[in-house]
């Protein structure tokens, strides 16, 4: 079976659509003896005469007729396959897996940062996966996962990026019926709670805002008593809802509105402060990872440039 030149193929059609080898020289941009030659190299590889050399042009005979429409398809599809995969490698096609963990999906700077993405890349099929930051740092280890919205820093960064996008302050959480939620304060001092119970996330779910915590409150002069641990942020809430304890939690958390839960501010806690990490592997990313990653960076600017 030939093989046959794409260059050839568009060469022919120029002198099919032409029917006359200078202006098809003249639109394809050679010689016409060069492009003569090519298409008799055409009708040799196939075998076949395409043309009928007329005193004043080209006429296409019965096979370069059967030939010019499969050729045109072949070359429409071609540019059209180019094109896709042009697209894809600019992110504006193809597919893209996110995570992010509870608490980052309640702060706007995700759904900023979703919204923005699609802007500019509405045909990548867009999947996201809600998890803690250890699982999500492992789904990205094993390729599950391209990037992800992440609250404590890697341990073991080995294979993997980190940017800061944000840091947000901490706030308590405390039931409606707690003496301090009953006076109507605005905010509280750490130092405070002291003799409170607390209810945090488990260290192994987020280590990073786990230990933020228990260095505060010994900043100020106590080690927090923690009476439960939960796997999530809502399931915290939940258990304060109860009354079965305070929390303190990121601060776009407020957005979880309970009729049992009352947030406050925490004073004299500098040191109490959420961050969220954007993090991906160190490795060449697709288009479409790439384009997310632009997207996170603009949308942290703007906040960092409104701060």
């Given amino acids: ?72 398809a072949i070359l429409a599809q071609m540019e059209a396959t180019i094109a896709g995969v042009r697209r894809i490698a600019h992110g504006e096609r193809g597919r893209l897996a996110l995570g992010f963990t509870e608490s980052a999906a309640l702060q706007p700077f995700i759904p900023a940062v979703i919204r923005a993405f699609r802007l500019v890349a509405p045909d990548v099929a ?25 609250r404590s820093p890697v341990g073991n960064a080995e294979g993997l990026k980190t940017e800061t996008m944000l840091v947000e302050k901490m706030i308590l959480a405390l039931p409606a019926t707690h003496a301090l939620a009953r006076k109507k304060r605005k905010s509280v001092a750490l130092h405070a709670l002291a003799e409170e119970k607390f209810i945090l996330n488990r260290r192994p779910s987020g280590p990073g805002l786990y230990d933020t915590i228990i260095a505060a409150c010994r900043v100020a002069g106590f080690s927090p008593q923690i009476e439960q641990e939960a796997r999530k942020n809502l399931s915290t809430l939940s258990l304060v809802a109860a009354g079965l304890g305070i929390s303190i939690i990121p601060a776009s958390m407020r957005h979880v509105a309970l009729a049992e839960v009352v947030y406050l501010d925490i004073s004299e806690a500098p040191e109490l402060r959420a961050p969220l990490y954007l993090a ?28």
Avoid: W
């Avoid at 006359?20 to 060069?34: E, M, N, V």
């Avoid at 190299?41 to 009928?52: D, M, P, R």
């Avoid at 592997?281 to 942290?300: F, H, N, T, V, Y």
């Fill in 1 to 72: 079976m030939p093989s046959i030149d794409l260059r050839l193929l568009r060469y022919f059609i120029a002198v099919a659509e032409e029917g006359h080898l200078t202006r098809a020289a003249q639109r394809i941009g050679i010689q016409q003896p060069p492009l003569s030659q090519q298409i008799r190299a055409l009708e040799k590889e196939l075998g076949v005469s395409l043309f009928n050399r007329l005193p004043r042009g080209m006429e296409l005979t019965a096979s370069g007729h059967a030939l010019l429409a499969d050729a045109q």
């Fill in 126 to 150: 867009l999947t996201v996966e809600e998890s803690n930051t250890t699982e999500l740092v492992e789904a990205l280890r094993q390729k599950r996962l391209e990037v992800a919205f992440i």
């Fill in 280 to 307: 991906y592997l160190d490795a060449p990313l697709s288009g479409a990872a790439q384009r997310m990653i632009e997207e996170a960076r603009k949308c942290s600017r703007e906040i960092r440039t409104q701060t």
